[in-house]
């Protein structure tokens, strides 16, 4: 894979890409790998407890006359505590990234009512694409927001003031206090 003419090798250079500079009918292809004193800045940007390997390699392709697209896979191995017992977790994220930069992208005002673009990958085009940004963005969203150790679980706890029952599932449930209510009115069965 070649290297685009902007890419510099400096550690902690970010890769940018100015779209004033870029052929519109040739594709401008990447490939990060963060070395280690990166990786544990990103690390600790996005508070995990480790990343391992981390790679993001694309191609940024015109589309049309004014928008552009990105394409590029994510790899990486993070490290985070579990949500249960904090014991460190490992997990592997290998995904697809896909983002489409529009020059007429149209954002809605405060004022009006927001529905779900067709396409969530859109973004208005920026006048540059921070390669490095993106792969940082990507992989946050792609983090496991629950990440759970093997066999890790979670016993019922239940808090209350001392002296009063606490409060159970059971009881959060809409129509219990009207089956308590129902089995207390109703008593034993007369049986002849």
């Not at 990103?42 to 390699?57: D, M, P, T, V």
């Not at 694409?129 to 927001?145: K, Y």
């Amino acid at each position: 894979m070649e290297a685009p003419k902007n890419m510099t090798n400096a550690p902690q250079t970010p890769l940018v890409y100015r779209i004033s500079e870029l052929a519109q009918n040739r594709a401008s292809r990447f490939e990060l790998r963060p070395d280690a004193d990166e990786l544990e800045k990103i690390a600790a940007n996005l508070k995990l407890e480790g990343l391992r390997k981390l790679s993001f390699q694309g191609e940024l392709t015109g589309a049309g006359k004014r928008d552009w697209v990105l394409k590029a896979t994510l790899g990486a191995t993070v490290i985070q505590n579990c949500v249960v017992t904090l014991t460190p977790v490992t997990t592997r994220i290998d995904v697809t990234i896909e983002r489409r930069y529009l020059a007429d992208f149209q954002e809605l005002s405060d004022e009006e009512e927001i529905e779900m673009p067709e396409d969530e990958n859109s973004e208005p085009l920026p006048a540059e694409i921070n390669i490095s940004q993106t792969m940082e963005e990507a992989l946050a969203l792609h983090l496991p927001l629950y990440p759970r150790a093997d066999g890790a679980t979670l016993e019922a706890v239940n808090f209350t003031e001392p002296g009063k029952t606490p409060m159970t599932d059971e009881d959060a449930r809409p129509f219990s206090a009207l089956s308590a209510l129902r089995d207390k009115l109703s008593g034993p069965e007369d049986t002849e």
